[in-house]
T-cell receptor, first 117, second 114 residues
Framework: EPEVTQTPSHQVTQMGQEVILRCVPISNHLYFYWYRQILGQKVEFLVS????????KSEIFDDQFSVERPDGSNFTLKIRSTKLEDSAMYFC???????????????FGPGTRLLVL | DQQVKQNSPSLSVQEGRISILNCDYT??????FLWYKKYPAEGPTFLISISSIKDKNEDGRFTVFLNKSAKHLSLHIVPSQPGDSAVYFC?????????????FGTGTRLQVTL
């Protein structure tokens, strides 16, 4: 069964450093998302991406964050200058298409645990 | 901003019995609802969904009920199995035809005991 994959599984970085989290969405999916879950809190939406541009972003997704689809398979989340409060589990998700709710179901990757020291 | 609420942080059920997980929402624009299951250190796994035009959707042991007037949905698991022990998240989205963001509840930890 196709699945979303994410690398690395864990990332430890120093405050102020840049990190890039990588995701390979399901191959025939067209919509891509990033969510995060701070320890003990709920899963929060960060950004959605379609047709090589951001569709929607939350207030969390400020200028320190960017997303990119550098090639036909990868989808990346970059945090330019990490802060302590960026420590969280980051989940990538993808969905097939729009117009049909069933096809819009988002499938999640296993996550990258980011720890900022 | 608690648009999706799961008021029970935990639930313990005996194997073979019914598990009922509840979810309430406040945003009347939500029209698609999903349940995800999550094990520690893994991503949310899609379980079952329901569109706002329906009041029930069933898939094997899992049934989701939607009461739009009460802005309430529930997930029934019958019979419950030890492998069902996980955190269950209710999620909702508004509008199709776009890359609609999911709004999640805080989760309910289900423990199925032998």
């Amino acid at each position: 069964e196709p699945e979303v994959t994410q690398t690395p599984s864990h990332q430890v970085t120093q405050m102020g450093q840049e990190v890039i989290l990588r995701c390979v969405p399901i191959s025939n999916h067209l919509y891509f998302y990033w969510y995060r879950q701070i320890l003990g809190q709920k899963v929060e939406f960060l950004v959605s991406f379609y047709n090589n541009e951001i569709s929607e972003k939350s207030e969390i997704f400020d200028d320190q964050f960017s997303v990119e689809r550098p090639d036909g398979s990868n989808f990346t989340l970059k945090i330019r200058s990490t802060k302590l409060e960026d420590s969280a589990m980051y989940f990538c998700a993808s969905s097939q298409t729009s117009g049909d709710p069933i096809q819009e179901t988002q499938y999640f990757g296993p996550g990258t645990r980011l720890l900022v020291l | 901003d608690q648009q999706v609420k799961q008021n029970s942080p935990s639930l313990s059920v005996q194997e073979g019995r019914i598990s009922i997980l509840n979810c309430d929402y406040t945003n009347s624009m939500f029209d698609y609802f999903l349940w995800y299951k999550k094990y520690p250190a893994e991503g949310p796994t899609f379980l079952i969904s329901i569109s706002s035009i329906k009041d029930k959707n069933e898939d094997g042991r899992f049934t989701v009920f939607l009461n739009k007037s009460a802005k309430h949905l529930s997930l029934h698991i019958v019979p419950s199995q030890p492998g069902d022990s996980a955190v269950y998240f209710c999620a909702a989205s508004e509008g199709t035809g776009t890359a609609s963001k999911l709004t999640f509840g805080t989760g309910t930890r289900l423990q199925v005991t032998l």
